[in-house]
């Protein structure tokens, strides 16, 4: 179990913590996507921000994150279920800046002007949509902002990924703390201490910490109780049908213009960076299944 993550909460029910590893799940994106070291890093950080807010959904249940910013980053996008199934992108791979003391400057590639949208698809009518400004665009405390603004629970998030020259992560990780009802300021006040002077996410992962040694650290003399350890993995919802729902889409007459400029077609996923492959042949066969009128209700 390369990637997992763990919940405990503490014996008063006052607060709950997650932990989770991804650095398979963030090394494998950003192969796909080819990224350079900011993107690396920024997208690791969703990534892993989306597998710790998957877990706090019901089965069936599944979000979305979509930080969108001012700088040359442009977006990233994370898709998480309550699974730990997670994939991601970000709007430019191309990527690489850093702050004068020489380290990777995430905020600074995302801008600081922008907004953090999560979509939530909780199994009713419409899904749930929330959205705050970008308050650091350094991905963890934006997270913590939107738990805390639109969800009304206290919340602190800590993310790391270190991130080779050559854009490749070697470790990725964090953790999420929440204050739950009827609350405790105390124990909420010591964490907060502790948060603010931890060493940060990334050197406790290269250290060989994993969750629960990141629960350990937050909870330190704190009794609690380990609820869970799920695994977290990169999984990819597209297929080559949907992909061909979506060319159907495009319509008849966009289909035969398809044809007959280009004779073939490749479509690639946003997310996973799969290419599914078309040729006259597959597109003429959907051009006729778009000629096909629809089926009417009785």
């Known amino acids: 179990m390369s990637d997992y993550l763990v919940r405990a909460i503490t014996k008063d029910g006052t607060v709950r913590v997650l932990a989770c590893v991804t650095t398979g799940l963030s090394a494998e994106l950003c192969r796909r996507h080819g990224t350079e070291p900011t993107a690396s890093a920024a997208l690791s950080r969703a990534l892993t921000g989306g597998a710790l807010m998957g877990a706090l959904l019901k089965t069936g249940q599944r979000l979305a994150l979509k930080f969108e910013g001012n700088g040359p980053l442009k977006k990233v996008l994370v898709e998480a279920d309550a699974n ?4 991601g992108c970000v709007g430019n791979p191309a990527v690489t800046m850093l702050k004068e003391n020489g380290t990777l400057d995430v905020a600074g590639a995302l801008g600081h002007a922008g907004l953090l949208t999560v979509t939530k698809d909780l199994g009713m009518k419409e899904p749930y949509r929330g959205t705050v400004v970008l308050y650091t665009s ?4 934006d997270l913590a902002l939107y738990l805390t603004e639109s969800e009304q629970i206290p919340s ?4 790391g990924a270190f991130v080779e020259p050559d854009g490749t992560v070697s470790t990725a990780g964090g953790f999420l703390v929440q ?3 009827p609350g405790n300021d105390e124990l909420v006040e010591t964490l907060m201490a ?3 002077t931890m060493p940060p996410v990334s050197t406790l992962l ?3 910490t994993g969750p629960e040694g990141l629960i350990d650290y937050l909870l330190a003399d704190v009794p609690h109780d380990l609820l869970e350890k799920r695994v977290v993995a990169f999984k990819c919802s597209c297929s ?8 159907l889409s495009l319509g008849r007459e966009d289909l035969k213009n398809l044809i007959a400029e280009r004779g073939e077609t490749d479509v690639a996923c946003e997310f996973c960076r799969e290419v599914y492959h078309f040729d006259k042949d597959a597109l003429e066969r959907l051009t006729a299944e778009a000629d096909k009128p ?5």
Not at 240 to 247: K, N, P, V
Not at 294 to 298: G, L, M, N, R, Y
């Open 240 to 247: 080559r049908e949907r992909t061909e729902r979506a060319l």
């Open 156 to 159: 602190a998030v800590g993310l």
């Open 294 to 298: 629809a089926a009417v209700e009785p």
């Open 194 to 196: 502790r948060i603010g």
């Open 179 to 181: 204050a739950l009802p």
């Open 84 to 87: 730990g199934a997670v994939r």
């Open 206 to 208: 290269n250290a060989g």
């Open 138 to 141: 350094e991905i963890a405390e």
